[in-house]
């Protein structure tokens, strides 16, 4: 029994690794999110029907590749032991729930989101990027903690001096912050300053100063943390 046992689990395991039942995986989940796409459309109902239809062959497809990723690891509960497979597991489980009312709607939007990220599993120069990223988070959150704390002190700032000249932008601190947001992306960032510089006209200092240290600075540590480790890590996509 436990040879029968083994032998059908070496053929799922076969099975779940081959290159062909991988490419017919990455095919649907492309599938999956093409559908995602145009069903953000007010599509006529032939084609919304149509469009269940896929749904459905979507949600059985994704059900019978868990159960043979299930049968192959021998046990549910060695299956579970990885984060990725939780994910997995959950986004099928969720999407045969059947749910009534106006909210499964929302939900089913979210489960069409939630099966593109299904790609990373396949790929597996995706999942090494993802756990350097997660790898590079401790340290790249001391700098994001710095950037806070000069988001914070330049929008008390920015909220003294500039609030009665344009509350919309610089009214409480978290408005302001949001402003600064704005500045850090230069997005239009050179309108904001102008149109203080009439009141202010070395207001100037105040955005170049905040735009160098967060823009130029903390910004650039942050990317230099993480190309740092994607660079000693040689094996992030296979090599």
Known sequence: MQLLSYLISQKFISLRDSKVFRGIVTIIIVISAI???LSTYDLPPTVINAFSSVDYFITIFFSIEIIIRIIAERSI?????KG????????VIISLIPIQGSESIFILRLLRIARLLRIIVIVPAFRRIIRTFFSVLPRVGFISLLMFIFFYIYGIIGT???ENISPQRWDDIGTSMLTLLQVATFDDWGNIMHELIPYYPWCWVYFVSFIIIIGFILMNMVIGTIVDLMRTDKNIFGV
């Open 84 to 91: 990725w497979n939780i994910f997995d597991f959950l986004v």
């Open 77 to 81: 509960f060695v299956f579970l032991k």
């Open 160 to 162: 003294i001096l500039f």
């Open 35 to 37: 559908y995602a796409g």
